[in-house]
Nanobody, 118 residues
Framework: QVQLVESGGGSVQPGGSLRLSCAASGNIFSGDVMGWYRQGPGNERQLVARISRGGITDYADSVKGRFTISRDNAKNTVYLQMNSLKPEDTAVYYC????????????WGPGTQVTVSS
């Protein structure tokens, strides 16, 4: 079993920055991928960024060049540095830990709200 606890959400003006953190506890394995997803009002949950234990990253096109995902394996924590935030980045951001390709292990955090507004 794995527990995920997110922190760092909040409200910011357009152009501002936020840093999200997600700490995982429980049974973490070397093949686990950690990532951030978001769900805006009326939208489906979508991938923002993900990172393997070895540091291989993948980003949604909409956040490339603005967001950076990183991972501290010693702390079982993943971070999402979000710069140049836009109103369309407003969403609930969810942390996910899963085990590709089967995804038999698939855990989600409760989510943290990010609001970008002037």
């Amino acid at each position: 079993q794995v527990q995920l606890v997110e922190s760092g959400g909040g409200s910011v003006q357009p152009g501002g920055s936020l840093r999200l953190s997600c700490a995982a506890s429980g049974n973490i394995f070397s093949g686990d991928v950690m990532g951030w997803y978001r769900q805006g009002p009326g939208n489906e949950r979508q991938l923002v960024a993900r990172i393997s234990r070895g540091g291989i990253t993948d980003y949604a096109d909409s956040v490339k060049g603005r967001f950076t995902i990183s991972r501290d394996n010693a702390k079982n924590t993943v971070y999402l540095q979000m710069n140049s935030l836009k109103p369309e980045d407003t969403a609930v951001y969810y942390c996910r830990l899963y085990s590709p390709p089967s995804n038999v292990r698939n855990y989600w955090g409760p989510g943290t709200q990010v609001t970008v507004s002037s």
